[in-house]
């Protein structure tokens, strides 16, 4: 089991940046990878982002342009989701995963077997 503990969300205007954290516990060492996901209202889940826990390679939504970058400290089992020029359209539920799937569908929310509660972002115009 892991446990997956999302904090750092909250109410931002257009433009602004916050930063999400992800603390892990438990047997984090079965994790090949870990992702950000988001919902909103009456929309299905998507990948955000993720990272690969021994390369570190990264992957991101095509439609983040560039705006989000996912980050671990590895010393404090800690996934970080830096969110910068944040658009209303990024309002959502934002929640922290673990797999241990060997899959290339990251964005694939069934390849996950842990999730956090979720963090609430919400972006004004």
């Known amino acids: 089991q892991v446990q997956l503990v999302e904090s750092g969300g909250g109410s931002v205007q257009a433009g602004g940046s916050l930063r999400l954290s992800c603390a892990a516990s438990?047997?984090?060492?079965?994790?090949?990878?870990m992702g950000w996901f988001r919902q909103a209202p009456g929309k299905e889940r998507e990948g955000v982002a993720v990272?690969?826990?021994?390369?570190?390679?990264?992957y991101y939504a095509d439609s983040l342009e560039g705006r989000f970058t996912i980050s671990r400290d590895s010393a404090k089992n800690t996934l970080y989701l830096q969110m910068n020029s944040l658009l209303p359209e990024d309002t959502a539920m934002y929640y922290c995963?673990?797999?241990?799937?060997?899959?290339?569908?990251?964005?694939?929310?069934?390849?996950?077997?842990?999730w956090g509660q979720g963090t609430q972002v919400t972006v004004s115009s």
């Open positions: 995963a673990s797999s241990s799937a060997y899959g290339d569908r990251w964005y694939e929310a069934l390849e996950y077997d842990f």
């Open positions: 438990g047997d984090t060492y079965s994790s090949y990878r």
């Open positions: 990272i690969y826990i021994g390369a570190g390679t990264t």
